[in-house]
């Protein structure tokens, strides 16, 4: 189970940006010889899961829960403002129709993650369900793994000008299987448009 250094990298940026104490707490528990590995590392490079999920713990432990969902979708958003992105996600052909960024989301998983299973996106009336397959045992149960994917989902949505709601169904959790349901409204500047 692997992750590009990238990935991880922009976390790490992310701890950097955080008030002093929180800044220290969550590299303290990271630890310093983990964190300059990470930095030190050429982005394309894979890094193992572990070291993500210790340093989404880290968040998790440091900020809470609400909060490090939250955080998880302002890098997904400014993942997508990133020059690279921006003129999709700016663009009419997303905006109000997350549902077509949506369905990019199991290309990023295999850019971003090594042999932790696989993502298949379904429509339904009104939203998307995302299923996570085959989640190895390392990640089946991780609080901040499940909680940083419905962050990045709902930072998706709301880069495409929509309001998130996100249900989980992790009744088959322990065998490798997530459902997660994502519904949105349009923002009130969208729905005028239409």
């Known amino acids: 189970m692997r992750v590009r250094a990238s990935y991880i990298q ?23 010889q983990r ?3 990470i930095c030190d590392a050429s982005p394309l490079a894979w890094l ?3 070291d993500q999920l210790d340093v989404d713990a ?14 998880c979708g302002r890098l997904a958003q400014q993942l997508l403002d990133r020059p690279l992105f921006a003129p999709i996600t700016r663009g009419r052909l997303v905006q109000g129709h ?28 009104g939203g998307v369900v995302v299923e996570l397959r085959d989640l190895p045992t390392l990640a089946r149960h991780d609080e901040g793994f499940l909680l940083g994917v419905i962050g990045t989902l709902e930072g998706i949505t709301a880069a495409c000008g929509a309001e998130p ?15 997660l349901a994502l519904r949105w409204r349009l923002t009130s500047h969208l729905s005028s448009m239409k």
């Open 10 to 32: 922009t976390f790490l940026g992310w701890i950097d940006e955080l008030p002093e104490p929180e800044r220290d707490q969550a590299r303290n528990l990271i630890g310093a």
């Open 35 to 37: 964190w300059e590995r």
């Open 48 to 50: 193992s899961m572990r």
């Open 58 to 71: 880290a968040l998790l432990a440091t900020l809470g829960p609400d909060e490090y969902r939250r955080g």
């Open 98 to 125: 997350p549902e077509r960024l949506l369905h990019r989301f199991p290309l990023a998983w295999t850019l971003a993650l090594r042999d932790m299973g696989t993502v298949m996106v379904e429509d339904t009336e």
């Open 165 to 179: 709601e996100v249900v989980v169904d992790d009744s088959r959790r322990g065998l490798g299987l997530l459902r």
